[in-house]
């Protein structure tokens, strides 16, 4: 079983950057897709990036060019650069992670969404 938490979300103006984490206890997240997912008030929670076993990065169109992540297997965490930041980023930042190859947006969501992954609680993330 994996526990995973968050950390990082804060209130910015537009034009500014956030780094989130993600740190990781139970398992080792070497072998696991991880991701960072988000929700807005009254919509659908969606992918932002994932990152794959041997570090590869997949990222939504919105997140191109103005977000990075990586993760470190030694210590545990997976991380979130996030510059431009812009007013429809706001929402709340969900770390997670699932056993699935491809690694993938589509893919790890489908498996979260099964129920066969895991979520963090959540970190806040607000641009104005």
């Known amino acids: 079983h994996v526990q995973l938490v968050e950390s990082g979300g804060d209130s910015v103006p537009a034009g500014g950057s956030l780094r989130l984490s993600c740190v990781a206890s139970?398992?080792?997240?070497?072998?696991?897709?991880m991701g960072w997912f988000r929700q807005a008030p009254g919509k659908e929670r969606e992918g932002v990036a994932v990152?794959?076993?041997?570090?590869?990065?997949v990222f939504a169109e919105s997140a191109k060019g103005r977000f990075t992540s990586s993760k470190d297997s030694v210590k545990n965490t997976l991380d979130l650069q996030m510059n431009t930041l812009k007013p429809e980023d706001s929402a709340m930042y969900y770390c997670?992670?699932?056993?699935?190859?491809?690694?993938?947006?589509?893919?790890?969501?489908?498996?979260?969404?099964?129920?066969?992954?895991?979520w963090g609680q959540g970190t806040q993330v607000t641009v104005s």
């Open positions: 997670a992670a699932a056993l699935v190859n491809p690694c993938n947006i589509n893919t790890l969501r489908t498996v979260l969404t099964a129920g066969n992954g895991y």
């Open positions: 139970g398992d080792t997240i070497g072998r696991y897709c």
């Open positions: 990152v794959g076993v041997d570090g590869s990065t």
